[in-house]
Each structure stands twice: as C-alpha cells, then as structure tokens.
C-alpha cells in the first residue's frame, strides 16, 4: 500500500507521522467460514497536517462506511442560524447518510427535500412527504449535473460525511456550487481534540480517513468560499457546523480555535505524546490482563465494534486473556472479532459464564443496564482501558450512556 506523501486537505508535504497501530485487520467481524482463510490486513497509520491542522490517515480508506451515529434533530429547524427560516419553495439537499427523521423534518416544513445515497438499503428505510430520492453518491461531477439543473439549496445536510469522502476539496467545492447566497451547510463530525485529549486511538480505523479540528474545517472551508458560522456540541464527542458563504469577524469557531492553539494541537510535540501516552495504555493493559490471567483470573470483555477491534489487535490480546466478547446486537451474536478471533455470544452468556472482570470496549447503552448490573451483584468487576487502564472499584460510576 502506497502511502501518502501530502495532505488530503490542503496539498501541502508537512505530512507528520505521528501514529502507529500496526496491520489491522480490514473488516471487524468474522464467520465461523472467514477464519480458516487468511485476513487481509493493512498498516493503520495516523498523520497531522502541520500547514492546515488536519489530522489523517497516510493510506487510502477500504472496507465499508459504518453506519454514523444518529443525533436528534428536534431543534435543527429552530437552530440555523441567521434568517434561514424553511417553507414552501424552499430546497434542501441531503447527502448520504442523513437520518429519517432529519428528512421527515425538513419535508413537514414544506421544503423540497433532494435526497442523494448511493446506499439502496438505506434508500429503503426512507419516504416522506416533499422527498426526492436519487440513487447517487455526491461527486464533484454530480454537484456539477445539479448546478446545471438549475439546484441552489437553502439547507445542505453534509453530515458526517466530510470524514468519510475521499475527495475534500471535491466535496467542498460542490457544497459552495449548490448552496444559495444565503444558504447554511450543516454537519456533524467526530471533534479530534476531544478524541485526543481523551487517548482514544482505537477511533482511528481504516474507513475514516479524516479527522477535524475546528481549525482544519475553518481551513478546508474558507479555501472555497464557505465560513462556519455556529459550532454546536453534541454527544459522543460530536459537533455541529453550521456553514455559508457570509464571512463574520467573530463567531464560536474562533473560540474553539483559539483552545486548539491553546492545548498544542498545532505542535508536533502535541502528537508524539499522544503517541507515547498510546503506547503506555497498551502496556499498561496488557501488563494488567495477564497478570490476572496468571492469577486464574476469568476476563471477558463488552463490545463487538470496529473500536474495539481495533484496540484488541494493537494490544495484541486475544482467547489466550479474553474468553469472550458479549454484544446485543443478534446480528454480532455466533460470530467473530477479526484479527484476534474471540468469539462474540448475547449477554446471557456473561450471566450464565460470570467471568471476574468485564474489559468494557464500548460505553454500554442503557439497554444494558440491568444484565450489567446483574452481573455486579453477582461479584463481577468492569476494566476500562481508556484514558489508561484501571479495574473500576464498586464506588465509582457504572459508565452507561
């Protein structure tokens, strides 16, 4: 695999590699019939763009776009910014990866909604009033076709996308393309800093290959005529851009701006500590595991995601420390974490099994409150291992979300 040499964002060669997680393995989950055939895996290397502060991946993205976390949009319409109040007449172009209730919104207002996913299975979740679907991923020659065709719309719902698309300026030039004078794109991205500051380097996969700060949208933006003019945060480490060709001379982005700089996240030295503190966790965590391993210990863990596969490859923790994982997606249930191939069982297996210590991969949803409490009181204990690796005392807060 070629690595890149110059950054996604702004072209420049101020490429710094500062990460390195090893071959991880291109997909998450196996079958029972994937593991007797050999894995394709592929180095995952992390850089930070010196000139424009974008930090991503030196490879091209592979496998499949997970699916983005869905935000509620109940004070979307109430929320833009400015004058840029919906009715009949109004346009409203949606990307890939919009949410149901994001499309359902905007039509009950009466705008006509274009929505472009090139993902028919999604296509089929959605209908509403006012809605237009085209079956198309969103290029720089299709926002082209659409300009032709006359579209400027007054909302445009990039959403996650910016993280995932393989061509940025292409992406942006578009947006600029089809957004009307007084028109607001609006997105929703994975905020670095708070991925940073919190070490969580298993979000770095080999689907994502871009990684915001505010300054490397404001960066990106600006370069095609666009300006953020409100930042919104959300969970999950998100935030919300509200985006239009109106320059401001102050406005939240500089705020956050001015906290980036603040912190370092313009300095090489900013990376290689987070590199060093990376490796540390690992060492800590593997150190941790096998010493109760020794003890004759039991240890299972919580969450069959791509995080957690990514974090088990790196630490290079496999059945021989981690019997099993639990995960109450059925779909997950019978199946495999790739690389490491422990097996993936529902949440009665935890219950029937009662192993000493659950590693939890992923903060556990509410839905998993009362079996993980069951097997508290049953004498279990929770590991995390991020910020760094620690076996939670009863005392401390269950970690649900």
């Given at each position: 695999?070629?690595?890149?040499?110059?950054?996604?964002?702004?072209?420049?060669?101020?490429?710094?590699?500062?990460?390195?997680?090893?071959?991880?393995?291109l997909?998450?989950?196996?079958?029972?019939?994937?593991?007797?055939?050999?894995?394709?895996?592929?180095?995952?290397?992390v850089?930070?763009?010196?000139?424009?502060g974008l930090?991503?991946?030196?490879?091209?993205?592979?496998?499949?776009?997970?699916t983005?976390?869905?935000?509620?949009?109940?004070?979307?319409l109430?929320?833009l910014?400015?004058?840029?109040?919906?009715?009949?007449?109004?346009?409203?172009l949606?990307?890939?990866?919009s949410?149901?209730?994001?499309?359902?919104?905007?039509g009950?207002?009466?705008?006509?909604?274009?929505?472009l996913?090139p993902?028919?299975?999604?296509?089929?979740?959605?209908?509403?009033?006012?809605?237009?679907?085209?079956?198309?991923?969103?290029?720089r020659?299709?926002?082209?076709?659409?300009?032709?065709?006359?579209?400027?719309?007054?909302?445009?719902?990039a959403?996650?996308?910016?993280?995932?698309?393989?061509?940025?300026?292409?992406l942006?030039?578009?947006?600029?393309m089809?957004?009307?004078?007084?028109?607001?794109?609006v997105?929703?991205?994975?905020?670095?800093?708070?991925?940073?500051?919190?070490?969580?380097?298993?979000?770095?996969?080999?689907?994502?290959?871009?990684?915001?700060?505010?300054?490397?949208?404001?960066?990106?933006?600006?370069r095609?005529?666009?300006?953020?003019?409100q930042?919104?945060?959300?969970?999950?480490?998100?935030?919300?851009?509200?985006?239009?060709?109106?320059?401001?001379?102050?406005?939240?982005?500089?705020?956050?701006?001015?906290?980036e700089?603040?912190?370092?996240?313009?300095?090489?030295?900013?990376y290689?500590?987070?590199?060093?503190?990376?490796a540390?966790?690992?060492?800590?965590?593997?150190?941790?595991l096998?010493?109760?391993?020794?003890?004759?210990r039991?240890?299972?863990?919580?969450?069959?995601?791509?995080?957690?596969?990514v974090?088990?490859?790196?630490?290079g923790?496999?059945?021989?420390?981690?019997?099993?994982?639990?995960?109450?997606?059925?779909?997950?249930?019978?199946?495999f974490?790739?690389?490491?191939?422990?097996?993936?069982?529902?949440?009665?297996?935890?219950?029937?099994?009662?192993?000493?210590?659950?590693?939890?991969?992923?903060?556990?949803?509410?839905?998993?409150?009362?079996p993980?409490?069951?097997y508290?009181h049953?004498?279990?204990?929770?590991?995390?291992?991020?910020?760094?690796?620690d076996?939670?005392?009863?005392?401390?807060?269950?970690?649900?979300?």
């Open positions: 695999m070629k690595k890149r040499k110059t950054c996604r964002s702004c072209g420049s060669g101020e490429l710094m590699l500062f990460l390195s997680l090893g071959r991880i393995p997909v998450s989950i196996l079958s029972s019939d994937q593991l007797a055939t050999p894995e394709e895996r592929r180095s995952l290397e850089a930070f763009c010196k000139r424009c930090v991503q991946l030196t490879g091209d993205p592979v496998g499949s776009t997970p983005p976390p869905a935000f509620p949009v109940e004070d979307l109430e929320g910014p400015g004058s840029h109040q919906l009715g009949p007449g109004s346009v409203v949606a990307l890939e990866g949410s149901p209730a994001q499309l359902h919104e905007f009950q207002a009466g705008a006509k909604v274009v929505y996913e993902h028919s299975e999604r296509v089929k979740a959605v209908s509403g009033k006012n809605l237009l679907i085209r079956n198309e991923r969103f290029e020659s299709y926002a082209a076709t659409l300009h032709n065709e006359g579209l400027q719309a007054e909302v445009i719902l959403n996650q996308l910016p993280s995932y698309h393989t061509d940025l300026n292409g942006f030039e578009g947006l600029a089809l957004l009307s004078d007084n028109g607001v794109v997105m929703e991205l994975l905020y670095v800093l708070e991925l940073l500051e919190a070490r969580q380097f298993e979000h770095f996969c080999h689907q994502q290959p871009h990684y915001f700060s505010v300054r490397a949208i404001h960066e990106l933006a600006r095609h005529g666009l300006w953020i003019q930042v919104e945060p959300l969970a999950e480490g998100y935030l919300r851009y509200f985006l239009s060709k109106s320059r401001q001379v102050e406005t939240p982005a500089g705020r956050y701006m001015e906290q700089q603040k912190l370092g996240l313009s300095d090489t030295a900013y290689l500590e987070f590199a060093s503190r990376t540390a966790v690992r060492e800590a965590l593997v150190a941790l096998t010493e109760l391993r020794a003890r004759g039991r240890a299972a863990a919580y969450g069959a995601s791509t995080q957690g596969m974090l088990l490859n790196y630490a923790l496999g059945r021989e420390v981690i019997e099993f994982v639990v995960d109450p997606d059925a779909g997950k249930q019978g199946r974490l790739a690389g490491v191939h422990i097996p993936i069982y529902g949440v009665k297996k935890l219950l029937d099994e009662q192993p000493d210590y659950l590693l939890l991969l992923n903060p556990p949803t509410h839905e998993m409150k009362a993980l409490e069951a508290l049953g004498g279990g204990k929770f590991i995390v291992a991020l910020p760094h690796p076996i939670l005392k009863p005392t401390q807060k269950t970690p649900f979300i």
